[in-house]
């Protein structure tokens, strides 16, 4: 009678660092905060108000502050943005609430949060640039070199997921198991041959600093069940964060699992190291951007020249002889004709209505179009015709009439009477989403679902 209606395409969800370490468990995050580099990687990218809160009250020997007093540091207009920072500070375990002997409510800062922040502001013990600068290098590797190595390691896991032969060779077991686990790639029941998912497309069209955290994210998923400390992992992607790129570190005085975590970034392309057993690695522009909502160096994207040209008749010309770069286009455009350095596509309401039922979004599209424009179009303002941009985004609206939402379908009544009976229920819990009398058809949300079906089952028990 019961029948359950999916919803579709969904949107590829990708975290923020704040949102993924409020997931982390009390434990780990006590954990963290034991590392002076990890407190200042959250700490930088507290909201602004939370950010004043916590330096007020960094070095106040007062254990404990009023939450009344609190308030006054802020003028009432700034109420909502109060609100978000303690928010923030509380669903990350920074600041907790107690009570003062005399009744009133007050905030207490984490105490290890609070040495290790103290710590890594002014120096000394473990903080976030503990790791040792070698003697120079003989093979010393200089910046192009490090962009160079993670753009193209980089490159292979994206050739990977659109299954292009060029590229793709030097993909191992754990970054095969990494893009299942996340969705990106899946498996055919018949051959074991892999695919690209919706998800995969959505994927594709992000920035490179979002896919390398959304990578990162299903990675960091699976430590534990690797074996692996996750806080050690979190505090040395941390510390990345704060090395200098071209410089060299030691990695001597690793543990076992941070050297394991290690192996794991230089094939990501997050740190080279010039072989296995080498004592020494050189983070690289990926590594030392991924924790940063504002990197303090331009992404890899803008070192390589853009390559589409798009005219106001649709057309798009791409001077590229990339597999992946092709396949990309593929996504939301019809191949028209491919050369041995250039391919010519066209946008079609067809092509772009495609690429939405696959979860990609307008705002990916135009973004990707203007993240990869031909320098002559750069020149132009603004990059893309208004024509195109405003044409896709109509596009997306067309579709968007529609919402949906998982539900459950109840058919075959036995008479209109038991229809009723249950709709007026469904109706009184709010729960229904749809119905139609004559067919004697509803369909109810899915939470609730479970109350609908225990009253139709002692209805059905009592009659």
């Not at 400390?229 to 040395?236: A, D, G, K, R, Y």
Request: proline content about 3%.
């Amino acid at each position: 009678m019961a029948a359950f209606v999916k919803s579709v395409n969904k949107k590829l969800a990708c975290k923020d660092l704040l949102a993924y370490v409020k997931t982390l468990t009390p434990s780990v995050l006590e954990g963290l905060y034991n590392h002076p580099a990890s407190c200042l990687a959250i700490f930088r990218e507290l909201p602004d108000f939370a950010k004043h809160y916590v330096m007020r009250i960094l070095f106040v020997e007062q254990v404990m502050v009023k939450q009344n007093v609190v308030a006054t540091w802020i003028e009432k207009d700034y109420a909502n943005e109060h609100l978000d920072a303690i928010k923030a500070l509380t669903g990350l375990h920074i600041v907790h609430e107690h009570m003062q002997y005399c009744g009133l409510p007050a905030w207490k800062l984490n105490e290890s949060f609070k040495k290790s922040l103290q710590i890594a502001l002014m120096g000394g013990g473990n903080g976030a640039n503990s790791l040792e600068m070698l003697p120079p290098d003989k093979y010393a590797k200089d910046i192009a070199f490090l962009d160079s190595y993670a753009q193209e390691r980089w490159e292979c896991i994206l050739h990977y997921i659109v299954q292009s032969k060029e590229g793709s060779g030097g993909i191992s077991r754990e970054v095969t198991e990494i893009l299942l686990h996340s969705g990106l790639v899946s498996k055919d029941g018949v051959n074991s041959d892999t695919f690209i998912t919706a998800a995969g497309f959505q994927f594709l069209l992000l920035d490179i600093s979002s896919q390398i955290w959304y990578f990162m994210i299903r990675y960091l998923e699976t430590v534990e069940s690797r074996g692996m400390n996750i806080v050690e992992c979190l505090t040395f992607m941390f510390q990345l964060s704060f090395l200098t790129l071209g410089k060299d570190y030691s990695s001597d005085k690793m543990s076992d699992n941070q050297q394991r975590f290690l192996q794991h970034l230089r094939e990501f392309g997050l740190v080279y190291q010039r072989k296995r057993k080498c004592q020494r690695f050189y983070p690289t522009r990926l590594a030392i951007n991924l924790t940063s909502s504002t990197p303090k160096d331009i992404a890899l994207e803008t070192h390589k020249q853009g390559f589409i040209m798009v005219e106001t008749n649709y057309r798009v010309y791409a001077y590229t002889a990339s597999p992946l770069q092709v396949n990309l286009l593929s996504a939301f455009c019809i191949i028209l004709y491919r050369f041995p350095n250039m391919v010519v596509a066209s946008i079609t309401r067809e092509s772009v209505r495609a690429a939405f039922a696959s979860g990609i979004t307008a705002d990916q599209i135009i973004n990707f179009l203007k993240s990869h424009a031909h320098p002559e179009m750069l020149k132009k303002k603004p990059v893309i015709p208004p024509t195109i941009t405003d044409q896709i985004l109509l596009w997306e609206l067309e579709r968007n009439r529609f919402n949906f939402d998982d539900g459950v379908l109840y058919s075959q009544f036995v008479s209109q009477r038991d229809f009723e009976l249950l709709r007026d229920y469904a109706k009184d819990l709010s729960v229904l989403v749809w119905e139609n009398p004559p067919k004697r058809i509803l369909v109810v949300t899915r939470s609730g679902h479970e109350e609908v079906k225990r009253f139709w089952k002692r209805h059905k028990r009592d009659t």
